[in-house]
């Protein structure tokens, strides 16, 4: 089986598995989240298998299963409506599918130049903007102490950038920069999330205040990453920030 079939095979085994989500008992869906999450892992390792080698099942595998289990989080959240699931169940098919063909594209050219290396890495870029958010969604919509939104905003940042950034160099081992940059991340956004959690924010102007600050980071380091950091570069990417924080400020319920 060519991997194109076998990557439409595992998005289509693994957005069944979503619609299946929704017949799982309440109490039970924290566990199903993490089962279909670990199954999901191992879907893409299947699709992936013939090309993976070394740290590539921490940094390639994982992001696939990143983006289940925000889905999968944020569609507990949804009102019991056919459309709305229907909808998510069709974007995280298409995004699943679009996934794990930028997963064949990084195995395939860590050993030669190909051509829709940056497409792929849009790919990686893009759902992991959309995993944050959907991430920072859920949690904030638990209501936990700002502590707590800290340390697992800290997990996210570091989990999704730490992917994304290993795609920018494709080495065999974890560079230093890489290390670097995945920690600050991690820990801007853990110290952002603590912040803004002592605001009466509302859940989305929240989720893309940090989503946005997440997607500055990112900018940044890839830029940083590519040699290509130059002060118009940082500028443009601080201003999309600055106006994602205007607008969770204009959108506070004053009153």
């Known amino acids: 089986m060519k991997?194109?079939?076998?990557?439409?095979?595992?998005?289509?085994?693994?957005?069944?598995?979503?619609?299946?989500m929704q017949y799982i008992p309440l109490e039970w869906r924290p566990l199903g989240m993490v089962i279909f999450t670990v199954v999901t892992y191992l879907?893409?390792?299947?699709?992936?298998?013939?090309?993976?080698?070394?740290?590539?099942?921490?940094t390639i595998v994982p992001m696939p299963a990143l983006y289940t289990a925000s889905i999968s989080s944020f569609y507990f959240l949804l009102p019991e409506s056919v459309i709305a699931q229907a909808i998510i169940v069709s974007i995280f098919g298409l995004g699943m599918y679009a996934l794990l063909l930028a997963g064949n594209i990084l195995t395939i050219a860590k050993t030669r130049t190909i051509q829709l290396l940056r497409a792929a890495q849009a790919v990686i870029f893009f759902f992991s903007l959309i995993a944050a958010l959907l991430a920072f969604n859920t949690l904030f919509s638990l209501?936990?102490?700002?502590?707590?939104?800290?340390?697992?905003?800290?997990?996210i940042g570091i989990l999704l950038s730490f992917c994304f950034y290993w795609s920018i160099r494709l080495g065999k081992n974890i560079s230093r920069e890489v290390f670097g940059l995945t920690l600050r991340t991690g820990t801007l956004l853990g110290f952002l999330?603590?912040?803004?959690?002592?605001f009466p924010g509302n859940l989305?102007?929240?989720?893309?205040?940090?989503?946005?600050a997440m997607y500055?980071?990112?900018?940044?380091g890839q830029s940083a990453l590519e040699?290509?950091?130059?002060?118009?570069?940082?500028?443009?990417?601080?201003?999309?920030?600055?106006?994602v924080v205007i607008m969770f400020f204009v959108l506070l319920p004053w009153k």
Do not use: C, H, Q
């Not at 076998?6 to 619609?19: D, E, N, P, Q, R």
């Not at 209501?143 to 997990?155: C, K, S």
């Not at 500028?235 to 920030?241: A, D, S």
């Open 216 to 220: 500055t980071m990112l900018g940044v």
């Open 3 to 20: 991997r194109r079939e076998k990557s439409f095979l595992g998005a289509f085994i693994l957005s069944l598995g979503l619609m299946l």
């Open 227 to 243: 040699e290509k950091l130059f002060t118009n570069t940082v500028r443009e990417y601080l201003g999309v920030f600055v106006g």
């Open 204 to 212: 989305w102007p929240t989720s893309l205040l940090l989503m946005g």
């Open 143 to 155: 209501g936990w102490l700002f502590i707590w939104n800290a340390l697992i905003a800290w997990g």
């Open 193 to 198: 999330a603590g912040i803004v959690s002592f």
């Open 43 to 58: 879907v893409t390792a299947w699709v992936l298998f013939d090309n993976l080698d070394g740290v590539e099942w921490m």
